[in-house]
């Protein structure tokens, strides 16, 4: 019988492991993103899935990366203080694997690339895009919305969704405004931001969230059903809400990201 599970995760796409491969369906973008999965594999980089090929269907054939993935409630191991410790380390390992290919490749990616484009951005870095051995994050996955852009604009969410800079409102998140504040000086810690990215943070989760309703907005309205249900949901109303918590506590962010 053949090994084949249906994985879930963000919910656009529709995923399947066959044995050690995935089957994903793919876009315009795919080409990119195939390209920069290699070039990953260049560089040495082997967290991220390599690619074997494309249907005749359409579908393209990963990799699969054994370990777990959470949704939310984030899992205790998702949450806990390592998984936080090596999602900040596996990204900056990551960006700075994709520099040259930043470099190099501008247009034809799902989302808009950025300026200054300093490396390539995972655009969903979150636990559902993250696979844990134990509580230690060891592979990212889903690379469609990738897109050049500055480091800043992929920290800004992955804070978002590991820390969780979330609103009480929000029930995926968790800890008080200093707990989440403490993580994302950590996260900030780990990766190795500078100062002017850190002073930048909190500005650049707000505009993440605020780009991601925009964009959820404009693929409901091309006719996209999974963005609608989105809509429906009222996702973005819990990232509005999330932005404007994050708005608000500003001073405690950066009271923890800003201290020396």
């Known amino acids: ?37 290699r070039h990953l594999r260049e560089q040495g980089f082997t967290a991220a899935p390599a690619v074997h090929s494309v249907t005749g269907d359409g579908f393209e054939i990963l990799d699969f990366i054994p370990g ?7 899992t205790p191991a998702a949450a806990s203080m390592r998984a936080l410790e090596s999602a900040s380390e596996l990204l900056r390992a990551y960006h700075d694997s994709t520099i040259g290919y930043a470099r190099d490749v501008t247009d034809g990616w799902m989302l808009p690339a950025r300026t200054p484009a300093e490396v390539i951005c995972h655009g969903d870095y979150a636990p559902y895009n993250c696979v844990l051995d134990g509580d230690e994050v060891v592979g990212i996955i889903d690379f469609d919305t990738a897109h050049p852009a500055p480091r800043l604009w992929d920290i800004g969410y992955a804070v978002y969704r590991w820390a969780p800079t979330s609103s009480p409102d929000n029930p995926d998140g968790f800890g008080t405004t200093e707990e989440q504040a403490r993580r994302a000086r950590i996260f900030c810690d780990r990766y190795g931001l500078d100062a002017a990215g850190r002073a930048g943070l909190v500005d650049t989760v707000i505009a993440r969230l605020h780009a991601l309703v925009d964009f959820m907005r404009t693929e409901a309205a091309r006719g996209n059903q999974a963005f609608a249900r989105h809509l429906a949901e009222g996702h973005h109303l819990l990232y509005l809400g999330d932005a404007a918590y994050v708005r608000e506590q500003r001073h405690v962010f950066d009271r923890h990201l800003l201290a020396t």
Request: aromatic residues 4%.
């Open 1 to 37: 019988m053949t090994d084949r599970e249906v994985l879930t995760g963000s919910g656009v796409n529709e995923v399947v492991r066959i044995g050690a491969t995935v089957r994903r369906p793919t876009g315009p973008w795919t080409p990119l993103i195939h390209g920069l999965l």
């Open 68 to 74: 777990e993935v959470s949704n939310y409630p984030m």
